[in-house]
């Protein structure tokens, strides 16, 4: 039995960008630690959705619980940051916020749970942290200072495949409201900060077995991920091809030109 390590920036980026593989990985019989370096304080929700007095911090951990139990998770730990909010905000600059963090401050906090786990597989967000966030930035940063400081072997980063997104989006756009394509980058010309081109990416994990609980995961994560929101509106079909595998890069190494995608962080 191996451990795998999943360092996220704020609850809900777990159920989005790693469920399928802490799924695959329990199934498997390994452990699967979840870490989550902020309480997505400064996340967007709808006016009305939280109590008098409710903190969206303390119900995203809530929330973050819930999550981890329809995935199996077997510990879920909070570095205890502060979110930084959107790039170019001022929120980036408070306190005790993530992106303000000394990355050998934070890494120290992650190591100490490394080293508990004595974890075989650690696994991050890619160097711009998937579309700039800076907290996404800073898991990269801090997750790969972490696992040099305690020995973890394998790092990961989590990322989007870009040249994959434009296919699928191509494919399934008549699936779409208007709306929902409307949030979507330009499909001729994608963002160059999101995600990574596919010659860029090593392993590529089909999670497709696992989809129902994904989404549930994501349910779990009702302040951020509404009923009528993209991820729980579109046809089942249309989720599986666009979230049924998960892509990585392992970190350090490259693929060949032409060579397959590596199918598990395992090997």
């Known amino acids: 039995m191996a451990t795998l390590v999943c360092f996220h920036a704020h609850p809900d980026d777990e159920?989005?960008?790693?469920?399928?593989?802490?799924?695959?990985?329990?199934?498997?019989?390994?452990?699967?630690?979840?870490?989550?370096?902020?309480?997505?304080?400064?996340?967007?929700?709808?006016?009305?959705?939280?109590?008098?007095g409710e903190q969206l911090g303390i119900r995203r951990i809530a929330e973050t619980f819930a999550a981890a139990e329809v995935m199996?998770?077997?510990?879920?730990?909070?570095?205890?940051?502060?979110?930084?909010?959107?790039?170019?905000?001022?929120?980036?600059?408070?306190?005790?916020?993530?992106w303000r963090a000394g990355v050998d401050a934070a890494a120290a906090r992650l190591a100490v749970i490394l080293g508990e786990e004595s974890a075989d597989v650690l696994t991050v967000y890619d160097e711009h942290g998937g579309y700039g966030h800076p907290d996404h930035i800073q898991v990269h940063r801090v997750?790969?200072?972490?696992?040099?400081?305690?020995?973890?072997p394998r790092v990961f980063e989590s990322t989007m495949n870009r040249d994959d997104i434009v296919r699928t989006m191509k494919a399934n756009a008549h699936l779409l409201?208007?709306?929902?394509?409307?949030?979507?980058?330009?499909?001729?010309?994608?963002?160059?900060d999101f995600g990574m081109p596919e010659e860029r990416i090593t392993h590529a994990i089909d999670?497709?077995?696992?989809c129902a609980r994904k989404r549930d995961a994501m349910r779990c994560h009702a302040s951020q991920i509404g009923e009528d929101d993209f991820f729980l509106s579109m046809p089942d079909a249309a989720f599986a091809d666009g979230f049924g595998t998960e892509w990585y890069i392992e970190h350090g190494r490259t693929r060949e030109p032409g060579a397959a995608f590596v199918t598990s962080l395992f090997d």
């Open 177 to 192: 409201s208007d709306e929902q394509r409307a949030e979507m980058p330009d499909l001729e010309e994608p963002q160059v």
């Open 143 to 152: 997750g790969v200072r972490a696992a040099e400081l305690a020995g973890t």
């Open 207 to 210: 999670v497709r077995e696992h």
């Open 72 to 98: 199996g998770v077997d510990r879920v730990e909070f570095l205890g940051y502060v979110d930084s909010g959107m790039i170019d905000t001022p929120t980036n600059g408070h306190p005790y916020s993530f």
């Open 15 to 52: 159920a989005i960008a790693t469920a399928g593989t802490m799924m695959a990985a329990k199934a498997m019989g390994h452990r699967v630690v979840l870490v989550v370096a902020t309480r997505g304080e400064h996340g967007e929700v709808a006016d009305g959705f939280l109590e008098p």
